[in-house]
């Protein structure tokens, strides 16, 4: 495996690839990640991670400087996953000078859920990712990038923006990677103490009988949904979580369910706080 710094090298990395398979993490890689550079492996001729933990994305009070950095851990696990070539920039490669360009998503997709509570990630996301997807796919006639379905807002909006600026990038999706006891693997995970750990899962519980309350209410569900949604986000919250949304909204646009929409279009999503560690999850209905 290649470990390059700067956008220059990079593209000489990847001068002769044909079909560049990218991975974007900000690292602390765990089984989901894996999960993702098995997916694209057999995608394309090299397969490409990154490693950065990207400042345009976390608020002024959130995790920013505490987010575990595992490098030399993650080399490992890269290689061990066939990964050819890892990039892994410093801020100032990527942002040599101040990024005052940036890329706002639409609000109609990126203000919902994360984007209500978390005013501004998703125009640190898209810029990142815009960013990464010109240093990686430059000079290519055709490329993929894997992203996993944990984040699923961002998967969304990441692939709207790739059709709107019409990338000659294939936008693949990873499923949930889950401990055995069900819990979505994160990075943020390692914040969570032993007991913590225990009471992690009750999110993902929460989310599967939101899921299922609101199929049973089907013919109804749009009336029915909003007290359906405060009874599960209350019910978490009497356990001592802070829940910011507990949802469930159309796959397509991530908007409330109409009449008529029933199983195979809709999830329910979640994030909520468990002491000071942030946790999201969804399950697609």
């Given at each position: 495996m290649q470990i390059v710094h700067s956008i220059a090298e990079l593209r000489h990395t990847l001068r002769h690839a044909d079909r560049a398979v990218f991975v974007p993490t900000m690292g602390n890689l765990h089984a989901g990640h894996l999960s993702l550079l098995a997916k694209g492996k057999p995608l394309g001729d090299a397969l490409v991670a990154s490693i950065f933990v990207n400042r345009l994305q976390f608020l002024p009070h959130e995790d920013f400087d505490q987010y575990p950095r595992t490098f030399e851990a993650d080399c490992a696990a890269l290689k061990q996953a066939g990964c050819d070539v890892l990039f892994a920039p410093r801020e100032a490669d990527l942002y040599p000078e101040p990024q005052t360009f940036k890329l706002t998503p639409d609000p109609a997709l990126a203000g919902l859920l994360e984007g209500q509570f978390r005013p501004g990630f998703f125009t640190g996301v898209c810029t990142v990712v815009m960013k990464l997807f010109m240093a990686v796919f430059a000079g290519k006639t055709r490329g993929v990038a894997v992203f996993g379905k944990k984040d699923y807002q961002q998967l969304m909006v990441v692939r709207s923006m790739t059709r709107q600026f019409a990338l000659l990038i294939d936008i693949v999706a990873g499923e949930i990677a889950r401990a055995d006891d069900g819990l979505a693997l994160s990075s943020r995970n390692r914040y969570l103490s032993e007991a913590e750990r225990v009471e992690a899962l009750?999110?993902?519980?929460?989310?599967?009988?939101?899921?299922?309350?609101?199929?049973?209410?089907?013919?109804?569900?749009?009336?029915?949904?909003?007290?359906?949604?405060?009874?599960?986000?209350?019910?978490?919250?009497?356990?001592?979580?802070?829940?910011?949304?507990?949802?469930?909204?159309?796959?397509?646009?991530?908007?409330?369910?109409?009449?008529?929409?029933?199983?195979?279009?809709?999830?329910?999503?979640?994030?909520?706080?468990?002491?000071?560690?942030r946790l999201i999850d969804n399950l697609e209905i």
């Amino acid at each position: 495996m290649q470990i390059v710094h700067s956008i220059a090298e990079l593209r000489h990395t990847l001068r002769h690839a044909d079909r560049a398979v990218f991975v974007p993490t900000m690292g602390n890689l765990h089984a989901g990640h894996l999960s993702l550079l098995a997916k694209g492996k057999p995608l394309g001729d090299a397969l490409v991670a990154s490693i950065f933990v990207n400042r345009l994305q976390f608020l002024p009070h959130e995790d920013f400087d505490q987010y575990p950095r595992t490098f030399e851990a993650d080399c490992a696990a890269l290689k061990q996953a066939g990964c050819d070539v890892l990039f892994a920039p410093r801020e100032a490669d990527l942002y040599p000078e101040p990024q005052t360009f940036k890329l706002t998503p639409d609000p109609a997709l990126a203000g919902l859920l994360e984007g209500q509570f978390r005013p501004g990630f998703f125009t640190g996301v898209c810029t990142v990712v815009m960013k990464l997807f010109m240093a990686v796919f430059a000079g290519k006639t055709r490329g993929v990038a894997v992203f996993g379905k944990k984040d699923y807002q961002q998967l969304m909006v990441v692939r709207s923006m790739t059709r709107q600026f019409a990338l000659l990038i294939d936008i693949v999706a990873g499923e949930i990677a889950r401990a055995d006891d069900g819990l979505a693997l994160s990075s943020r995970n390692r914040y969570l103490s032993e007991a913590e750990r225990v009471e992690a899962l009750q999110l993902s519980l929460a989310l599967r009988a939101l899921a299922r309350d609101a199929l049973a209410a089907a013919h109804v569900l749009p009336e029915r949904l909003p007290a359906l949604e405060a009874a599960a986000q209350s019910q978490l919250a009497a356990r001592g979580w802070q829940p910011d949304y507990l949802s469930v909204r159309r796959r397509t646009d991530l908007l409330p369910p109409q009449a008529g929409d029933g199983a195979g279009n809709l999830v329910a999503l979640g994030a909520a706080r468990l002491g000071s560690t942030r946790l999201i999850d969804n399950l697609e209905i």
